[in-house]
């Protein structure tokens, strides 16, 4: 009989988003709170006891944001199972994911790392000797994302986001996620890029917010590196955050590397803020920060 395993694994806001100076391999050094949200992707484990036939796919994707979401061996999900197998010296020739995707691909909000980090957590339950620190380096062999999601809720991740230290996760606050019909290849890349051209930060952002974790929380709070280059590599952003804060009569902030946009604050206000966005040019997804630590 296959094995069959099935959890969600939420999308991700950045709160703080510090950039404090380049890496001798190549990646940046970062100081960001991150908090995970409601609006979740479902990841599906399926392990056959013998290998899948011929053509049968490893990585199926469903959903609304099926759409731009990589299928087969390049899909971050396989990619850190396939880490986790090589490690353990499994072999994941039975083993395939399949993906309902209701966070937007490339977006900004983290559904492929947290995909990834989900099939890792689902993976341990089939492979028990997989312990914690086998599933941190394959999180950390995958993306810089992936260590936050392992556990998920509210953290502060330092390093290149690999390491992750948990907060008190906020008290329940309203978002709304407003996501552009664009993106571009390398994204993520390019906005570290782009920040080359100008002095890092010099930190303290990330560290104040860790040191006395706020109750109350809201879009004019947010600080996020990314900002400062989000218009050279996507012009027509500038044009919709504008319409969205007349719309909204809200600040609205960038969501991680971009290219959507949110608001946040208190829950009451979640539905007005929504509606008010209707007729902009991006999709509104209204949801919530998650109130827990959903794995531990
Ligand atoms: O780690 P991940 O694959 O998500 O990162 C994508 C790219 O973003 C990296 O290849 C690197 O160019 C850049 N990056 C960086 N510093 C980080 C994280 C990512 O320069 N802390």
Request: glycine share 10%.
């Amino acid at each position: 009989m296959p094995e069959t395993l099935s959890s969600p694994a939420p999308a991700k806001v950045n709160l703080v988003l510090e950039v404090t100076g380049r890496r001798a391999d190549g990646y940046h050094e970062i100081d960001t709170v991150l908090h995970t949200l409601a609006l979740a992707d479902t990841v599906t484990l399926r392990l056959e006891p013998r290998p899948l036939a011929p053509g049968v796919p490893r990585v199926r994707v469903t959903g609304p944001f099926a759409a731009g979401c990589p299928t087969g061996e390049s899909n971050l999900a396989w990619r850190a199972a396939a880490h986790l197998a090589a490690a353990l010296g499994r072999d994941p020739a039975g083993l395939s994911i399949e993906l309902d995707k209701q966070i937007p691909a490339a977006a900004g909000l983290g559904g492929g790392a947290s995909d990834a980090a989900t099939a890792l957590h689902l993976a341990s339950q089939i492979w028990p000797e997989a312990r914690d620190d086998v599933l941190l380096d394959a999180a950390n062999a995958t993306g810089s994302d992936e260590a936050f999601f392992l556990a998920g809720g509210a953290a502060r991740a330092t390093g290149r986001g690999d390491h992750v230290t948990s907060l008190p996760p906020l008290p329940a606050h309203g978002v709304v996620l407003f996501v552009p019909p664009f993106t571009i290849e390398r994204k993520t890349a390019r906005m570290f890029e782009a920040l080359g051209h100008l002095p890092f930060d010099p930190g303290g952002v990330a560290r104040a917010f860790a040191t006395r974790p706020p109750a109350c929380f809201r879009s004019e709070d947010v600080y996020n590196a990314f900002e400062r280059v989000a218009f050279d590599l996507f012009p027509a952003l500038a044009g919709l955050w504008q319409d969205l804060e007349r719309r909204t009569s809200r600040a609205v902030r960038l969501a991680g590397a971009g290219p959507t946009l949110f608001w946040i604050g208190p829950g009451a206000e979640r539905e007005s803020v929504a509606r008010a966005a209707r007729g902009a040019a991006c999709t509104v997804i209204a949801t919530c920060t998650a109130e827990s630590q959903w794995r531990r």
